[in-house]
């Protein structure tokens, strides 16, 4: 490793937190001052709102805004450079556009290797301090009522509720179905469904069960069955925030549990896990295309360059909400749906290399 690529790595590496240094202190005033009335009323003590709050508060932070600036540094000290006329003597002294390109790569590598850990193991055991801390001191506005839930529980055996209460743990209207090759081969109906701590099974009253034959069908009625089934009152409870709180294996098996089942939310769930790696290569992309905007000295300086990246940027992030929207609501498989912005923007930052002066 050569001079000029501790330098480059230097200037990168450094603007980077210091950038995101200044926005994670702007971010905590705020929050603060939007937490405080609550921070005074349960009086949490300090030492809590420090290590359990804010210190897990911050990876989060500092992860979802870090694609936007690495590629505001890029720009920024890019631009400085080119405004000093270093890449012109950096040119001229027979390094070549591509070998000034190493130490960009390298550095952007880092920060993609960074996000990819935060993303995927850090900031889901944060997530969870954070989510305790909220449970004890701050107030909860997460909705503990389910309606039209249907899963599959076994194979061929398929559950539904009309309405579940998560706090109480208690349904309403629930109804098991199974099915062989022929068809349905039973179906059990309930008014009322609650869970059983203690012995771990499920009440289901004013049931009917209907068994269907080749022949004829029998069919029984009671007030109360004792019955146990594969499932929990958290598998009612789970939506797509979820996620926040599962590492990147935990998010794998969830999906495949959730495939047995037939969970409305699975789509949602791919497309979560596939962002979790299309996000930090997004790094690389928006990193490259920096360079290529911000490596020629232009009337417009530093501001100009900015003007025009952060715009790009922000189509990028559009983009990729889009192609998000299209998987959830359409038939776009969710890897496609994630993948598509970063190629599109990896052929524009190839194209930005080819035309940048050299």
């Given amino acids: 490793m050569k001079k000029l690529d501790l330098y480059i790595i230097r200037k990168f590496l450094g603007t980077f937190f210091y950038a995101i240094a200044l926005l994670a202190v702007v971010i905590i005033i705020f929050d603060i001052s939007e937490k405080i009335d609550d921070f005074l009323e349960k009086k949490p003590p300090l030492n809590a709102i420090i290590f359990q709050y804010y210190a897990n508060f911050i990876p989060y932070f500092i992860n979802l805004f870090s694609a936007l600036f690495t590629f505001i540094a890029v720009i920024f000290f890019t631009s400085k450079m080119a405004a000093n006329t270093e890449i012109i003597a950096i040119l001229n002294s027979g390094v070549s556009y591509w070998r000034m390109l190493r130490p960009y790569l390298l550095a952007s590598f880092i920060l993609a290797l960074m996000s ?51 706090k109480k743990r208690t349904g309403f209207r629930f109804s098991l179905e199974k099915f ?4 349905m081969v039973e179906k059990l ?32 009625r009671g007030s109360k ?86 715009t790009i940027c922000f189509a990028f992030i559009l983009f990729m909400q889009v192609t998000t929207v299209f998987a959830t609501f359409g038939n776009l498989p969710p890897v496609v749906a994630v993948w598509i912005p970063n190629i599109l923007f990896g052929i524009l930052a190839i194209w930005l290399l080819r035309i940048a002066p050299k």
Avoid at 180 to 183: A, V
Avoid at 190 to 215: A, H, Q
């Fill in 180 to 183: 062989s090759d022929s068809g």
């Fill in 116 to 166: 990819f850990g935060l993303t995927n193991f850090v900031i889901p055991e944060t997530s969870k301090n954070m989510q305790n801390f909220q449970k004890n001191y701050l107030k909860s506005q997460k909705n503990n009522n389910q309606s039209n839930v249907h899963m599959q529980i076994n194979p061929g055996v398929f559950a539904y509720v009309e309405s579940f209460d998560v």
């Fill in 189 to 220: 109906t309930g008014d009322y469904l609650k869970w059983d701590s203690i012995s771990g099974l499920w009440t289901i009253e004013n049931w009917i069960k209907r068994e269907i034959g080749t022949k004829a069908e029998i069919i029984t």
């Fill in 225 to 310: 069955m004792d019955t146990l089934l594969n499932i929990s009152p958290g598998d009612f409870a789970i939506d797509i925030d979820d996620a926040m709180y599962m590492n990147y294996r935990e998010l794998r098996d969830f999906i495949d549990m959730e495939k047995l089942r037939g969970s409305g939310n699975l789509m949602k769930f791919q497309i979560e896990k596939h962002k979790r790696i299309a996000f930090p290569f997004a790094t690389i992309v928006l990193t490259l295309i920096g360079v290529s905007l911000s490596s020629r000295k232009i009337r417009g300086g530093i501001g100009f360059n900015l003007g025009v990246g952060i």
